[in-house]
């Protein structure tokens, strides 16, 4: 999960690390911190000063006016609900710093750069792998620009902190860009990008962060539903990942590397997904069934395609009968073409159970049919039913 | 090393639990490689003539020296199985836990690195090979033979569906397979495609290799630079999905912890391109895949 800067930073001074005295606003007031100041919308996306999303007030009387260009507008499809209002740290140099898990060296590194500022995917960087078995930070040098002074307060005063929030909170990001130091010498981060691991959850009970949305994107209804099901239940997986899409074919797929295939032939036999979702690792068929109804709860589909590789586990006969138990419970009752394309444990009775529905028209395939010929069928279908309706 | 001798005999840690026991016979059943448990709290028991003890130690003890150990302890508990497992000296375990936390699964590589030990997964589905008879995970489920009849190509993937669709795959146009295995979607994996692929070059079994390859991370990547330092010189065949999430918000976790695009990271048109241009067969569709493989293989 992505933090909110404003949250990524009260984790940083909890660990010692200096921000900008600052303060969090939600609706039109006056802040108790005096002018001048910088106004920065708590949104996901980066770029924000390209966005728009920062202003800067010079005097008292124009707090309300510029505060009101940020709260309740959208920027970059997101609605800006918070404002963080901080104030202004002089300084000259400014530093990209970040920790983040690499696939590469399969491991932790730590990112340096000279001159950050809004533009550091452009500048050069220095990386260097951080050991996980270490008690110590790594030897770490200088990047071109990162004066003397300020890299020695960042290798003895700055780094270890970072180290210890980042592993201590279970974090795969920790970006502060810019790491800026006043005339005093005296380190501050004057934005944070944080990310934390969901899979980390069970060990931070303290984590209470609200659920949102990825960044540059504001979820839909059937978006935010189809992520409750699998709240405070971890029997398999169902809809935690869930988009909404422009097309006319519902998609049930299982199986995060089957689902992706199953969306790339669709796409290929030139169908077109309403959705992309998947359900895996054997969830109980109460998953199911509510799975099944947000996807069939969108207007304008003219198939339902449930589709997923030969499973290892997930159980065939108890996944698709959660599917039927939802099929029969949704109104006006389905009458689109469904093409299910399954196979794995218990498959033959779920075969066996499914064809002894008659009420809908359902095609039925087994392993004998590839992931792509179904898409083929599942796009004709879909186009008959379109115009004949 | 990751591909266990004909032989082979492992340990379950974690097997009297859910995954484990409803695995147990289905490895069982396949070939007799699993010669004791282990379930903190259950030692002295039994489970399908399998003895279980309390832990690693008491195992090795009572049943000999052993090849590695498969897991299907929950993921929270995962690293300290681990540390456990390789602090007996075992040189070889299987993860099959999904949503291991990423500081747990780079703590495991660092140790294994350390220690000299192989790690697959997390979130690996497990390993086959038809002519060895060995199973370990879940792999292939209660019915193995059904998806991955004995041959030479050898499957290599980030899923663990797609690992038996391939073989299915290969099944349907009278190929088979060497070894088929689920290296695990994870952000951090013990072992990837490059890892296994290096040891395949060695197999007397294994003509080609298919990875399936998603969006996220770099993985993919590191096999373009084994094959173009010939590193790697038997064929290989890959597909790669996720396509379609390039049209869709950036930084979204796309079922896998590790299908996952950041900035430019893990593209799925630049895994293509990387591939191809180190002499893959990059493969559009997964129906076009075995015509791919009969080329080379022939």
């Known amino acids: 999960m992505i933090l909110y800067e404003f949250e990524g930073k009260e984790l940083l001074s909890s660990y010692g690390i200096n921000t900008p005295k600052g303060e969090v606003l939600r609706k039109a007031q006056t802040p108790r911190l005096k002018t001048p100041l910088i106004l920065k919308a708590q949104t996901l996306s980066g770029k924000r000063a390209e966005a728009g999303s920062i202003k800067k007030v010079e005097k008292e009387e124009d707090f309300k006016t510029s505060l009101k260009t940020l709260l309740g507008k959208k920027i970059n499809k997101e609605e800006v609900t918070t404002v963080l209002a901080e104030e202004i740290v002089d300084h000259d140099e400014e530093y990209y710093v970040s920790l983040s898990y690499d696939t590469a060296s399969r491991g932790p590194v730590l990112t340096l750069a000279a001159r950050g500022g809004t533009d550091v ?9 951080v050991s996980p078995l270490a008690d110590t930070p790594p030897k770490i040098k200088a990047p071109a620009g990162f004066e003397k002074e300020d890299f020695e307060t960042f290798t003895s005063e700055v780094f270890p902190k970072l180290l210890k929030l980042f592993f201590d909170e279970d ?52 978006e935010v539903a189809a992520k409750k099901i699998d709240e405070g239940d971890h029997r398999g997986t169902a809809g935690s990942a869930y988009f909404d899409l422009e097309g006319d074919i519902a998609v049930l797929a299982s199986g995060g590397g089957a689902s992706l295939t199953a969306m790339d032939a669709l796409i290929a036999a030139g169908g077109k997904p309403a959705n992309y979702t ?17 996807v069939l709860s969108k207007e304008g589909i003219n198939g339902l395609w449930v589709v997923g590789a030969v499973d290892n586990f997930t159980d065939i006969y108890e996944t698709l009968l959660g599917f039927i138990e939802a099929l029969r419970k949704v109104e006006p009752k389905p009458k689109l073409p469904i093409v299910i394309r399954r196979g794995g444990p218990r498959d033959k009775e779920a075969f066996e159970m499914l064809r002894k529905v008659k009420d809908f028209d359902l095609h039925l395939y087994g392993e004998e049919i590839s992931i792509a010929k179904s898409a083929e069928i599942m796009t004709k279908l879909a186009k008959k039913y379109a115009t004949s309706t | 090393m990751l591909l266990l001798p004909k032989n082979a005999k492992l340990i379950g840690q974690g097997i009297t639990g859910g995954e484990g026991s409803t695995a147990l016979p289905w490895m069982l ?5 699993i010669v004791a448990g282990v379930t903190q709290g259950k030692g002295g028991q039994e489970l399908e003539g399998v003895p279980i003890f309390n832990t690693v130690k008491e195992a090795v003890g009572a049943v000999g020296e052993v090849d590695g150990s498969v897991q299907f302890v929950p993921p929270i508990h995962t690293k300290r199985a681990v540390e456990e497992a ?13 949503k291991v936390p990423v500081r747990d699964s780079a703590y495991i590589y660092a140790l294994a690195e350390k220690k000299g030990a192989s790690v697959v997964g997390p979130a690996s589905v497990g390993i086959v090979n038809p002519h060895r008879r060995l199973k370990i995970g879940s792999i292939g489920g209660g019915d193995p033979d059904r998806v991955f009849p004995p041959g030479n190509v050898a499957i290599l993937s980030k899923s663990g569906g797609m690992t038996s669709e391939l073989g299915l795959l290969l099944k349907h146009s009278g190929l088979g397979v060497s070894w088929a295995v689920g290296i695990g979607g994870e952000r951090i994996i013990g072992s990837d495609f490059g890892d296994f692929l290096i040891e395949l070059e060695n197999d007397k079994d294994t003509k080609a290799t298919l990875m399936f390859g998603e969006l996220g991370g770099t993985y993919e990547d590191r096999v373009a630079d084994l094959i173009k330092t010939k590193k790697i010189k038997k064929p290989v065949a890959a597909f790669i999905a996720g396509e379609f999430t390039m049209n869709l918000p950036s930084e979204v976790q796309f079922g896998h912890a590790g299908a996952i695009i950041e900035g430019e990271r893990g593209l799925p048109s630049t895994k293509r391109r990387l591939l191809k241009e180190s002499g893959a067969l990059v493969a559009e569709s997964l129906d076009e895949i075995p015509d791919l493989l009969k080329e080379v293989i022939k």
Do not use: C, M, Q
């Open chain 1, 171 to 222: 974090l795969t990001l920790l970006e502060i860009n810019p790491l800026v130091f006043d005339k005093d010498g005296k380190h501050f981060a004057l934005d944070a990008k944080v990310k934390i691991d969901d899979s980390a959850l069970a060990r931070h009970p303290a984590w209470d962060f609200p659920p949102r949305s990825v960044a540059g994107h504001t979820p839909t209804k059937r």
């Open chain 2, 29 to 33: 059943g396949y070939g007799k490689r």
């Open chain 1, 278 to 294: 998947e359900y895996s690792g054997n969830p109980p068929k109460e998953k199911v069934e509510k799975l099944t109804k947000i």
């Open chain 1, 121 to 129: 995917e452009k500048r050069e960087s220095l990386s260097f792998p």
């Open chain 2, 86 to 98: 390789l602090e007996e000296g075992l040189k070889f375990v299987l993860i099959g836990a999904e």
